[in-house]
C-alpha cells in the first residue's frame, strides 16, 4: 500500500518522528492513504480544517474567507511516497497511519504550489472543497465557537505569539467572545 507524507522540506530521504507543535500529538512519523490528505500538511499552519462525509469522502472546509488560496498560494512543498510496512498503525483519523520509527522515503514529488495542486485533485475528485461563501450560518456559528474554545484552550488572549496573532486576524469575533468569556470567568 502505498503511503503519503507531505512537507514543506525537500530533499527528505527519510521521514523521522517528530511531535507537532499544536496538535498534541506523540512523536511520530505521520502518513496517510490519500495524497490530498498529505498535500494539506505540505503546509505548516496553526489548523487542517479538513474532514470526512458519511460516505468517507475527504473535504476541506473554509474557515474563514479564501482560507485555502490565503494558506497554500505560492507555496511549495513536497509529497513523499512510501509503502506502509511492519509497525505502523492505523489512527482514529481515517486513512491515517503513524509509526513511531523512522520510514524510508521511495520518491519524492516536487509540488511546487500547493494551491495549484489542491485545485487538481478538487478536478480529480479526490478531495471535495468547501468555500466560505458555501459555508452556511449554522456552521459559521459553530467555527466562531469552536475557534473561541482553541483560543481559551490555547490561552492566547494574553500571548504575542504566531498562533496568538493568527486567531486574532483570521477569527475576530472568536476573540471577542474569547476575551468575554475569561472576562465572566474572573468575576
Known amino acids: 500500500m502505498e503511503l503519503y507524507h507531505a512537507s514543506p ?27 490530498p490528505m498529505a498535500l494539506l500538511y505540505g503546509i505548516k ?18 474557515y474563514f474567507p479564501n482560507a485555502l488560496e490565503e494558506l497554500y498560494r505560492g ?23 503513524v509509526s513511531a520509527a523512522e520510514v524510508a522515503v521511495e520518491e519524492e514529488i516536487p509540488v511546487p504550489d500547493a494551491y495549484e495542486a489542491l485545485l487538481e485533485e478538487e478536478r480529480l475528485g479526490t478531495i471535495r472543497i ?19 474554545e482553541v483560543i481559551l484552550e490555547k490561552e492566547l ?17 472568536s476573540w471577542t467572545l474569547a476575551a468575554e468569556e475569561n472576562r465572566r470567568t474572573k468575576e
Open 9 to 35: 522540506t525537500a530533499g527528505l530521504t527519510v521521514l523521522k518522528p517528530s511531535v507537532t507543535a499544536y496538535f498534541g500529538k506523540p512523536k511520530q512519523v505521520c502518513l496517510t492513504a490519500l495524497k
Open 45 to 62: 499552519h496553526f489548523e487542517y480544517t479538513y474532514g470526512y462525509t458519511k460516505d468517507r469522502a475527504l473535504f476541506y472546509e473554509e
Open 75 to 97: 507555496k511549495s512543498a513536497s509529497l513523499y511516497r512510501c509503502s506502509r510496512r511492519e509497525g505502523m498503525e492505523t489512527t482514529q483519523i481515517p486513512n491515517e497511519y
Open 130 to 148: 468547501v468555500r466560505w461563501r458555501s459555508v452556511s450560518e449554522k456552521r459559521r456559528q459553530w467555527i466562531m465557537k469552536a475557534e473561541m
Open 157 to 173: 488572549l494574553d500571548k504575542d505569539t504566531d498562533m496568538a496573532r493568527y486567531m486574532r486576524e483570521k477569527y475576530p469575533e
